[in-house]
């Protein structure tokens, strides 16, 4: 099998997005996350719409929330080098 290509990435994914397709994925509406973490409904559509960051404690709230390692939301691009991983 070593004769294949490799899949190229076709899109970023932005911090806030990346929280959007989880929370979908899930099928909670923002109100349903905004009483699953006390997180306002307004400061989850800003951060899903890029107006202000996540920050850390947040994505630790909002992984509880959704069932997600905080590094999925925080770092939605990350790819890993194969000699990092080494």
């Known amino acids: 099998m070593t004769d294949y ?5 076709k899109i970023d994914v ?4 990346s929280v959007r397709i989880i929370r979908e994925l899930q099928e909670f509406s ?3 996350l905004a009483q699953l ?3 306002p409904q307004s ?9 202000i960051q996540l920050g850390v404690e947040r994505a630790k709230v909002f ?3 959704l069932k997600c ?3 999925v939301l925080v770092f939605p691009g990350w790819e890993i080098n ?3 991983a080494a």
């Open 14 to 17: 932005t911090v806030g997005e």
């Open 63 to 65: 992984a509880t929330a």
């Open 37 to 39: 973490t006390g997180i």
């Open 69 to 71: 390692h905080p590094a």
């Open 5 to 9: 290509i490799k899949a190229k990435k």
């Open 82 to 84: 194969e000699q990092s």
């Open 43 to 51: 400061t989850i559509s800003a951060i899903e719409n890029d107006r």
């Open 30 to 32: 923002q109100n349903d």
